[in-house]
T-cell receptor, first 111, second 115 residues
Framework: GESVGLHLPTLSVQEGDNSIINCAYS??????FIWYKQESGKGPQFIID?????DKRQGQRVTVLLNKTVKHLSLQIAATQPGDSAVYFC??????????FGKGTTLSVSS | DTAVSQTPKYLVTQMGNDKSIKCEQN?????MYWYKQDSKKFLKIMFS???????INETVPNRFSPKSPDKAHLNLHINSLELGDSAVYFC??????????????FGEGSRLTVL
């Protein structure tokens, strides 16, 4: 199950700050993880993914960290901008099933 | 061109009615999905089809019947609508490789309100 205390339903940051969104996944056999961003009134959009043979992957302004020991995934957003305000979901791929989504975190960026 | 398009975007109907939501993807993907997002934003898989064949059915009431006429289309028909069916329904597609789902591409969602 989820690790209590790791998931925050909301996160408020100032423009320019770095944001860290945490996620605890459920299945130690999951081998592929994705972060999605969902803006109001839209469908989820892919941000970044990582496979279980890696522990870190970087994109443009975003970094995903994977800790398989504690089944924890995090998304770091550098220099957060108002356009980053959205709901962020982590998702895990369990073999033979579809992507399983975690609870979302609503990121609010104030300028 | 919208990669995954679903219609209608909004649907308001009475309890007991039957309604359908249509989905089409022009990405050439083999696999399509229906997800349900509740009022707390929780996204839950309902169905998955691969090349027109049902591969995942996640304990969804049999009032929900997906139909895939070809691999580019996955429609969702709901019979005898109930208040609890009110949600946003998302269609998605992916190019499965091996055991991986791969990246999902989502439609814009169809908000169903049952009165």
């Amino acid at each position: 199950g989820e690790s209590v205390g790791l998931h925050l339903p909301t996160l408020s940051v100032q423009e320019g700050d770095n944001s860290i969104i945490n996620c605890a996944y459920s299945n130690s056999a999951s081998d592929y993880f994705i972060w999605y961003k969902q803006e109001s009134g839209k469908g989820p959009q892919f941000i970044i993914d990582i496979r279980s043979n890696m522990d870190k992957r970087q994109g443009q302004r975003v970094t995903v960290l994977l800790n398989k020991t504690v089944k924890h995934l995090s998304l770091q957003i550098a220099a957060t901008q108002p356009g980053d305000s959205a709901v962020y979901f982590c998702a895990e791929n369990q073999a033979g099933t579809a992507l399983i989504f975690g609870k979302g975190t609503t990121l609010s960026v104030s300028s | 061109d919208t990669a995954v398009s679903q219609t209608p975007k909004y649907l308001v109907t009475q309890m007991g009615n039957d309604k359908s939501i249509k989905c089409e993807q022009n990405l050439g993907h083999d696999t399509m999905y229906w997800y349900k997002q509740d009022s707390k934003k929780f996204l839950k898989i309902m169905f998955s089809y691969n090349n027109k064949e049902l591969i995942i059915n996640e304990t969804v009431p049999n009032r929900f019947s997906p139909k895939s006429p070809d691999k580019a289309h996955l429609n969702l028909h709901i019979n005898s609508l109930e208040l609890g069916d009110s949600a946003v329904y998302f269609c998605a597609s992916s190019q499965r490789t091996g055991g991986d789902t791969g990246e999902l591409f989502f439609g814009e969602g169809s908000r169903l309100t049952v009165l």
